[in-house]
């Protein structure tokens, strides 16, 4: 019986630090309600965002103006990239030029050193980030501990091809290399548990993680 009553005392305190953790937030612009989640002394979305003003068709490349994508989408009507199931999966793919703008007021593309601080709180242990499924197996070392709920949705590559779904997550920092343009990308693989930070152009189509500012 003294058994059972730690566990269950245990079980309840997880269940409460969980309920503390996780709350949402409902964007405004579209009323689009997310989960967010506090990873430390951050708080984040703990999905990518999925706000859609506009649609590009995947050939459209530029290193300067807003492009949004969806990833195996080739139209320019919202409703129907909305209704798509890789929108409803994995949210919206963003150059970088709309990924700096893109977060909601009170919100923030992240700077390397919010990610940073993120991959430091986990131990530098990025399963801690990955969902349990949807990733291609074996997905290592996956626990999504954080409860961060990272999900593998590719990239539009610059000449308009969607590749790596499944494979890796990439998410936009916000910072900028003044001597080169070279902007901050985040990467996530299926097969190893550590987050990359990169340096790619800014016309990639990419995922988009926000921090609460």
């Given at each position: 019986m003294k058994i059972k009553l730690i566990l269950s005392m245990i079980l309840m305190s997880y269940l409460n630090t969980v309920a503390q953790n996780i709350t949402s937030f409902v964007d405004t612009r579209d009323n689009r309600i997310y989960i967010i989640v506090n990873v430390g002394t951050q708080t984040w979305m703990a999905e990518n965002l999925a706000y859609l003003p506009d649609i590009n068709t995947p050939q459209s490349n530029t290193n300067t103006s807003a492009r949004y994508y969806v990833y195996d989408y080739n139209g320019r009507s919202i409703s129907e990239a909305k209704s798509s199931e890789n929108y409803k999966n994995y949210g919206v793919l963003y150059n970088h030029a709309a990924a700096i703008r893109a977060c909601p007021t009170g919100w923030h593309l992240p700077s390397d050193l919010e990610w940073k601080m993120l991959n430091n709180h986990l131990g530098r242990d990025a399963g801690k980030l990955k969902m349990t499924s949807g990733w291609k197996q074996p997905n290592t070392g996956a626990t999504n501990e954080s409860m961060f709920s990272a999900k593998p949705g590719g990239v539009r590559q610059p000449d308009g091809e969607f590749v790596e779904k499944l494979i890796r997550a990439y998410w936009w920092g916000s910072?900028?290399?003044?001597?080169?343009?070279?902007?901050?990308?985040?990467?996530?693989y299926y097969g190893q548990t550590n987050l990359i930070l990169a340096k790619s152009e800014s016309s990639p189509g990419c995922s988009v993680r926000c921090i609460k500012d």
């Open positions: 910072n900028v290399d003044n001597l080169t343009g070279e902007c901050t990308l985040v990467i996530l």
